[in-house]
Every structure is written in structure tokens, then in C-alpha cells.
């Protein structure tokens, strides 16, 4: 993406700094399972806590565009230009995702890569891959939820915003507190539940909400500590009530730690964005931007065949080791995608995005 006129730069500082905390989610997820009890390990829970505030980021940015945009109201636009631009790639990374994990696990065939796509609706290829079957669904109601914003007050808004709140977020939160005789007592029957697109439309809503407010009023040492606050209550919560009633533990992402600390974030990042003035920052920032998609596709294939690697050979451990294998990973998942990125025709079907002349 360029940096023509009419450009909001927080979106592309937020949207580049989520994508380097997902990463972080996926490589240091192995270091949680080690060590435990260990002051680096703890350490390493908390940042890996922390970075779980990426996905809500993401909905909230889509949100707030899509929302605001009067194109999201066209229905033609929304399947001819917006889906084609995720739904593409998504594909093209699945196919290579199963080749990947099929040649690591040395179990490569037609027939088992079929069994794969049997179920490619019903489950992603990688497990990291999830984020976009909620987010594409967002997509394709979008020109329904456009509408709907356009013709509500920010009251009805709010209070669409709350119900999925109590319901998505607070309830299922409590209700992992209670005693196993009583673990459904705020449960609601399958036939009632509030859930639409996995439980993540609110992050949807906050996003459009967040962006009429005017953030530059709002205490920034305020919302740090409302973040880490949630980080430290989270993280501890996670760790004695690590399970849900929720098959894919996609709750983790709704929970009522993670609203509020993604939130108090996200409107900090906003505030950071809004600040930043240097011309090189802003040149790196939105450069790095169009190639986000990417590495999130690509990132996971890395990890797969790295991380082994960096496990069997790195001469040192603890949180040293957990960063030199975070920052290669990350570094070359965005010199691999801005390649791609490079080369018209394949850009489009592996990043998303096209190459505009300058």
C-alpha cells in the first residue's frame, strides 16, 4: 500500500504491530509447555498472554474500515473486489499448507491430501489458519452490518455491543469458575446462544465504536495499565481455568481479560499512531502494511520446518532463544512475502494485494 493522501497511518501501525505479536503467539508457544515454574517461563507466559490482544486488533481494524466505508454497502463490491482479495489467498496458502505439512510429516499423497480438503470447510488446514473463517464470514455480512450502522445511533450500537459482551464474553468467563456440577449453570442452550461468526462480531462493532471516539482525550498511562492489568488477571486465570465448553478453545480470544486488554490496546495504539510525526516511520510502516496478510499466511509453513531446527542447534535457551528463533521467523516470513509481493500476478494470488506504481 502507498501512502497516497486520505490514508489513515494508525490503521497500518496497528495492523503491523498485531501481526509481529501473532507470530510471537505461534513461536513461543512451544516454550510455554517447558520449564514451568521457572521465572523465564513466566516471563514467557505473560508476553505470550499479551500478544493474544493480535486478533481482536484485527477484527477491531476491519471493523472500523469496512464499517465507516459507504462501498461496504454495495454487495457487488463486497464479492467481486473485497472477498476475492482474502478468500484468494487463503486458498492458494491452504493448498501449499497441506503440501508443507504433508512432505514434514513424510506422509505426501494425493488421497491424503483430499482427505485434508474433505473437511476444509469444516476445519482449517493449520491450526493457525482459523482466524480466517470468522473473518471472511465478517466479510460477507459486511454489506448487512453496513447498513445496519448506517441507519443506528452509537447508543443502539453500544447496546448491541454490551449484549455480546454479557453473553460472549462475561458469561463464559464466570462459568469456567464454576464447580464441575454447575460448569453449564451460564451456558445457553445451543437453540438460544448469541454467538454469530464465532463469537468475534463484537470486536467488529468496538472497532467501528472506537473510531468515533476522539482518543487523543483519553489518559494513555490509563489505558497501560488497564492492559496489564488484564494481561496479569488473564494470564493467571488461563493458567488455573485452561479449559471451556468450546471444542476449538476459540473462547480464549472472547474472554473477558482479552476484550479489555486488547481494547485498552488497541484505543493506546490509536493514540501512539495519531502522535507519530517522522516520515521514515511512517514510509516503513505503511510499506510493511500490504505484506501483513502474507506473513500471516506464510508464517506458519516457517515454524513447521524452523523451529525443529532452531530447537536442535541453538547453543543457549530461555527467552534468548525464543526471540532469535521469533526474529528470524519473522524477518524472513516478510522477505518472502515482499518477493512475492514483487512479482505481478503472483502477489495477488499469495498476498492479497497488487503492486501500484509509484
Do not use: C
Not at 493449520?126 to 450502522?149: A, H, K, N, Q
Not at 451456558?187 to 463484537?202: Q, V
Not at 481479560?257 to 514510509?283: D, E, H, N, R
Amino acid at each position: 500500500m502507498d501512502t497516497k493522501k486520505g490514508r489513515i497511518f494508525y490503521f497500518d501501525f496497528i495492523r503491523v504491530l498485531a501481526i509481529f505479536l501473532v507470530i510471537f503467539i505461534h513461536v513461543s508457544g512451544i516454550d510455554v509447555g517447558q520449564h514451568i515454574g521457572s521465572t523465564q517461563w513466566r516471563i514467557t507466559t505473560y508476553l505470550n498472554y499479551f500478544a493474544h490482544a493480535s486478533v481482536p486488533l484485527f477484527f477491531m481494524i476491519s471493523g472500523a474500515l469496512l464499517l465507516k466505508s459507504p462501498k461496504t454497502e454495495s454487495i457487488k463490491y463486497t464479492w467481486t473486489n473485497r472477498l476475492p482479495h482474502v478468500v484468494i489467498p487463503f486458498i492458494a496458502w491452504s493448498l501449499l499448507s497441506t503440501f508443507f505439512i504433508a512432505i514434514y510429516a513424510h506422509t505426501f499423497s494425493l488421497p491424503n491430501a483430499l482427505k485434508m480438503y474433505a473437511v476444509f470447510l469444516y476445519q482449517p488446514v493449520s491450526p493457525t489458519l482459523w482466524f480466517m473463517y470468522p473473518l471472511i464470514g465478517l466479510y460477507v455480512l459486511s454489506p448487512f452490518l453496513r447498513t445496519l450502522v448506517k441507519g443506528a445511533d452509537n447508543k443502539m450500537l453500544l447496546y448491541l455491543t454490551i449484549i455480546w459482551l454479557i453473553t460472549n464474553s462475561l458469561m463464559p468467563t464466570l462459568s469456567t469458575f464454576l464447580s464441575k456440577d454447575y460448569a453449564h449453570a451460564l451456558d445457553f442452550y445451543p437453540g438460544a446462544g448469541f454467538t454469530l461468526m464465532g463469537g468475534y462480531i463484537g470486536y467488529f462493532f468496538l472497532g467501528y465504536l472506537i473510531s468515533q471516539l476522539d482518543v487523543k482525550k483519553i489518559n494513555g498511562w490509563l489505558l497501560a495499565i488497564v492492559a496489564l492489568l488484564a494481561m496479569f488477571l488473564g494470564n493467571t486465570y488461563s493458567s488455573n481455568f485452561p479449559k471451556t465448553n468450546d471444542p476449538w478453545n476459540n473462547f480464549y480470544v472472547t474472554s473477558i481479560f482479552i476484550v479489555i486488554m486488547a481494547t485498552a490496546t488497541y484505543i493506546l495504539l490509536q493514540k501512539w499512531g495519531l502522535k507519530i510525526k517522522s516520515k521514515p516511520v511512517k514510509k516503513t510502516f505503511s510499506w510493511l502494511s500490504p505484506l501483513v496478510f502474507g506473513i500471516y499466511l506464510v508464517h506458519n509453513i516457517l515454524i513447521l520446518f524452523l523451529e525443529p531446527w532452531f530447537m536442535k542447534n541453538l547453543p543457549y535457551t530461555g527467552l534468548l532463544a525464543t526471540f532469535t528463533r521469533y526474529f528470524a521467523i519473522a524477518i524472513l516470513a516478510t522477505l518472502i512475502i515482499w518477493i512475492l509481493h514483487l512479482i505481478p500476478g503472483v502477489n495477488y494470488v499469495l498476498t492479497g494485494s497488487t503492486r501500484k506504481k509509484s
